[in-house]
């Protein structure tokens, strides 16, 4: 009777922290409805640009189709692939990525390593074209999941715990930082810092870090001229002062941003009618398609978009919780913090809280490698979600 009772009370404690099936299938739900919303909302915002550069109007969102569907078969196998395979390859993933960056900011590869608006964030492998610094969040996520793994009898020594971390990680960011590329190296640092508070390391080694990186960091962008008119735009977009024709300038997309948001009113313009995509914000289908969506669907749709991005975060947070290894638990943490951040950024970006930067909104942004990146993100949390 005594193992009887001992069994029932363990099968409650694991029913309690097993998810049941409903968690990943509605995350996948989820998932696909942001997709195919995606879709949608790409053609409606990319519709006019294609047509001035002379190509049918459902082209772009076409080529957006065919990422889709190869960033859907990236779920696919993701999710029959152990996640605790990546614990032992960590160091090979983010090796191979650290490589890809030096490609990328080297002098002598200018040309698979163009130079596009002033930046060096595609490498063109063939009729590959793609964004390294997308592909360093997923492997910083999984090194920095295994490393704190590594180090839990150490995570109260800085010297053994925080440390090492920064020697490895440091350099990554500075490789991203220099391509230049200020949005992806803030949010790669972000997800490695969640993981180590996952973890448990302690407040005050992040405190000692932040105050010798905040000055360094605020130093260089105050030098760099267009780093330092977006820092002052948001300055005054915050508190309503517009003096400075420099400044002007660099708050031209905020401003376009915001009257796109207030035109959508309660229930939207409607779909495929927003008058902001006439080129009148810039990167409509890309960086800023927040405001097209909130113009065309109203005040209503924006806050379905925000619901839904709320509710995957909650049910990747839930499948992290229920890991059955610590391991599981920080990478779910990590790969659930991808789309967070992402997510939220390009929100409050677009809506003038944050200071202006190029942030994409996670499987509905034209482009690429964030789509197939946040869609492999998902198959393999929801293999964490289905391992016992």
Excluded: C
């Amino acid at each position: 009777m005594k193992d009887l009772a001992l069994d029932w009370n363990r099968s409650r404690v694991q029913s309690r922290l097993v998810p049941s099936s409903w968690v990943p299938n509605l995350l996948l739900g989820v998932t696909l409805t942001l997709v195919v919303f995606g879709l949608l909302s790409v053609y409606s915002a990319s519709s006019v640009l294609a047509e001035q550069r002379g190509i049918p109007g459902s082209s772009i969102a076409l080529n957006q189709l065919g990422r889709a569907l190869v960033g859907l078969v990236a779920l696919f196998i993701a999710t029959f692939i152990d996640y605790r395979l990546y614990q032992r390859i960590s160091w090979v993933i983010l090796g191979l990525v650290v490589v890809l960056l030096l490609l990328l900011i080297s002098p002598w590869t200018n040309e698979i390593a163009p130079e596009r608006n002033g930046s060096r964030r595609w490498l063109m492998l063939g009729p590959i074209t793609f964004q390294p610094s997308e592909l360093a969040k997923i492997a910083v996520v999984m090194w920095t999941a295994a490393f704190a793994v590594r180090k839990q009898e150490m995570l109260q020594s800085f010297r053994d715990g925080m440390f090492p971390f920064l020697l490895v990680i440091g350099p990554v960011l500075f490789l991203i930082v220099s391509e230049p590329h200020l949005s992806a190296t803030l949010i790669t640092a972000a997800l490695a810092i969640l993981v180590l508070f996952a973890a448990g390391f302690p407040l005050r080694h992040f405190a000692v870090v932040a105050g010798a990186a905040i000055p360094l960091l605020g130093s260089a962008l105050w030098l760099n001229s267009y780093q330092r008119a977006r820092i002052i735009t948001f300055w005054n977009v915050l508190f309503g002062n517009q003096d400075g024709n420099v400044v002007s300038g660099a708050s031209y997309q905020v401003e376009q941003a915001e009257i796109a948001i207030g035109a959508g009113g309660i229930w939207g313009v409607g779909y495929g009618e927003s008058v902001q995509k006439h080129f009148y914000l810039p990167e409509a289908q890309n960086d800023f398609i927040y405001p097209i969506i909130a113009e065309e669907w109203g005040f209503l749709g924006g806050i379905i978009v925000i619901g839904l991005f709320l509710l995957w975060t909650l049910l990747g947070f839930r499948i992290a919780r229920s890991a059955p290894d610590l391991f599981g638990r920080l990478l779910a943490m990590g790969l659930t913090g991808i789309v967070a951040f992402g997510a939220f950024a390009h929100i409050g970006i677009t809506m003038g809280v944050l200071p202006t930067t190029g942030v994409s909104l996670p499987f509905i942004s034209a482009g690429g490698t964030g789509l197939v990146i946040v869609l492999g993100s998902t198959g393999i949390l929801l293999n964490v979600g289905r391992v016992r």
